[in-house]
């Protein structure tokens, strides 16, 4: 949208006194900010225009206005400034980085903690796999005539082993057949690749062993599964309850709910070309989102995997600072999961 510079600065203007009070802004405020030089009857008048252009709403009989979706993406897109972090703030962040020394599952965990204590906001937290994961190699190794170990192998490297006790004796030629079997059907498969009928054809050709090759693969399915398995790890959440849009429980416990129970992964908003992603309002799929903003930024964990780390909150949230802690506390992570080192302190950090 090709905006004038005057209407730029003006709507600049309205968005950042939102942010900071939670109040319609009127255009008495919007003159009276520094470096603006222009007078309250030009503000009425082109505030009128911004509502006309559908990025400013007014509240009921408000004299003020408030931004809308629309009139946020502008802002996120084109007017607001880089957010540089205190060193305070790289201090706590630091700190907390150093909290990855420690089960995946639990830095994702505290992660989420951590960012919801630093925003003011729920954060969620999960690891997801940047691709699909396959069976890379079997390795079946006898340890006696009624037993065998089998072992798993993924092309992520994550190795599995599981002890079988078999009723009956097994010969070194039927383990070599199911191990040769195993290896030419089922690897370079994902989970959905692996059909009952492929089940079928490669239990037929087993052979006497035949009850065997069902006992490998659901193993390897259990590996498959459990690898894929995205647990969403949530913080914060009665932290909405400190905002002035969801003082009202009415409109806060439909987004305390969604964000409190068990939750599909998939429906949670992940980064796809950029590492960060701010989605505003409708810009959310979930109804229970339609009116707040998500900010997601995602991280290397190793492995084929990433971690993705986010906040969801009221749509007057500063952008620019929520998504400067975000980005350093991704980049953090990455380096940490890297390298085993903390982000080099920023020269630019400013003292508060």
């Known amino acids: 949208m090709d905006l004038s ?105 505290q992660a989420g903690r951590v960012v919801s204590q630093l925003t003011r ?39 599995r082993n599981r002890l079988v006790r078999l009723p009956a004796d097994l010969s070194e030629a039927q383990l070599q057949l199911l191990d040769t079997l195993l290896n030419t059907t089922f690897t370079g498969l994902t989970l959905d690749e692996i059909t009952p009928e492929l089940m079928r054809v490669a239990s037929h050709a087993a052979g006497e062993a035949y009850g065997l090759i069902s006992l490998v693969v659901s193993f390897a399915i259990d590996v498959l599964e459990s690898l894929e398995q995205r647990t969403v790890h949530t913080a914060g959440i009665a932290s909405l309850l400190s905002h002035p849009e969801y003082q009202s429980l009415d409109r806060a416990a439909p987004l305390m709910s969604y964000l409190s129970e068990d939750q599909d992964a998939g429906r949670f908003p992940m980064p796809q070309a950029d590492p960060m992603e701010i989605l505003i309002g409708p810009e959310n799929v979930a109804d229970a989102l339609k009116d707040t903003s998500v900010v997601v930024a995602s991280y290397e964990i190793g492995d084929g995997m990433r971690g993705v780390i986010g906040v969801v909150g009221p749509t007057r949230m500063d ?34």
Do not use: C, W
């Open 5 to 109: 510079d005057r209407k730029k600065k003006i709507l600049r203007a309205i968005i950042e006194n939102y942010i900071e009070t939670a109040e319609p802004v009127g255009s008495k405020a919007v003159a009276s900010t520094p470096g603006l030089n222009v007078s309250s009857a030009t503000v009425r008048n082109e505030m009128a225009d911004l509502e006309e252009l559908g990025l400013l709403e007014q509240p009921h009989t408000s004299a003020g206005r408030i931004p809308s979706p629309k009139g946020y993406r502008i802002y996120v897109n084109e007017l607001m400034d880089d957010y540089r972090l205190s060193v305070q703030e790289t201090r706590r962040l630091n700190e907390a980085l150093h909290l990855k020394m420690r089960e995946l599952d639990q830095v994702i965990d």
């Open 121 to 159: 906001y729920p954060a969620f937290a999960l690891a997801d796999r940047a691709s699909k994961v396959t069976i890379q190699r079997f390795d079946l190794l006898m340890v006696a005539s009624d037993s065998f170990i089998i072992v798993v192998m993924t092309d992520t490297n994550v190795v």
């Open 319 to 352: 952008y620019a600072k929520i998504t400067a802690r975000l980005a350093y506390f991704a980049s953090g992570l990455t380096r940490l999961f890297g390298t085993g080192e903390l982000p080099p302190a920023d020269d630019g950090a400013k003292e508060k």
